[in-house]
């Protein structure tokens, strides 16, 4: 299994230019979320969905947009990219949900990350 | 609401010492507890996690955490640092509305 990938690695945008941050996964896990990551305050959810064609809002979700049309795949959407959206994105899988959130007893499968830089 | 407070930012330690990471939380349900480790520029890795069985939990690489009810903390403990050690440490409190990070500890380890 490859578990949770994310592309690209790395991406460098102007600000007001979109984009789409590509999150997979091979484990069948119902529930998947994207965070970011900022120095001093760990990771903040920003979108998850406990299954195909289901998505909700997480603490900061202003500015992205996803979709989950297969169990599979979880793109994020940056509509009109902004300087404080220079950060770390992490997507993220879990076996099971609760209904409305992850299955708490259940770890979470990290992507290796992406790194985003808005000049 | 729930949260989740690491209590230090930074931990320094000397290779074959002990490392302690503290973590508190609150939370109005029974919580699951998860302490994860993120090496340098790579994803997080799950260390190990509390969900109602025993107090005492055991993880990879030598660590272990005990859960206190009482005293709402959940500590991460290694009996002797190792440099590969070296990384930041995300204490994480979930339950059946909710799932919340802390902001994390960063461990270094000295030769």
């Known amino acids: 299994n490859a578990g949770v990938t994310q592309t690209p690695k790395f991406q460098v945008l102007k600000t007001g230019q979109s984009m789409t941050l590509q999150c997979a996964q091979d484990?069948?896990?119902?529930?998947m979320s994207w965070y970011r990551q900022d120095p001093g305050m760990g990771l903040r959810l920003i979108h998850y969905?406990?299954?195909?064609?289901?998505?909700d809002q997480g603490e900061v979700p202003n500015g992205y947009n996803v979709s989950r049309s297969t169990t599979e795949d979880f793109p994020l959407r940056l509509l009109s990219a902004a300087p404080s959206q220079t950060s770390v994105y992490f997507c993220?899988?879990?076996?099971?949900?609760?209904?409305?959130?992850?299955?708490?007893?259940?770890?979470?499968?990290f992507g290796p990350g992406t790194r985003l830089t808005v000049l | 609401a729930q949260s989740v407070t690491q209590l230090d930012s930074h931990v320094s330690v000397s290779e074959g010492t002990p490392v302690l990471l503290r973590c508190n939380y609150s939370?109005?349900?029974?919580?699951?507890l998860f302490w994860y480790v993120q090496h340098p520029n790579k994803g997080l890795q799950l260390l190990l996690k509390?969900?109602?069985?025993?107090?005492l939990v055991k993880g990879i690489n030598g660590f272990e955490a005990e859960f206190k009810k009482s005293e709402t903390s959940f500590h991460l403990t290694k009996p002797s640092a190792h440099m590969s050690d070296a990384a930041e440490y995300f204490c994480?409190?979930?339950?059946?509305?909710?799932?919340?990070f802390g902001a994390g500890t960063r461990l270094t380890v000295k030769p």
């Open positions: 993220a899988s879990s076996d099971g949900t609760s209904g409305r959130g992850p299955n708490p007893y259940n770890e979470q499968f």
């Open positions: 484990m069948n896990h119902e529930y």
């Open positions: 969905s406990v299954g195909a064609g289901i998505t």
């Open positions: 939370s109005s349900y029974s919580p699951s």
């Open positions: 509390y969900t109602s069985a025993a107090t």
């Open positions: 994480v409190v979930s339950d059946l509305r909710d799932m919340r």
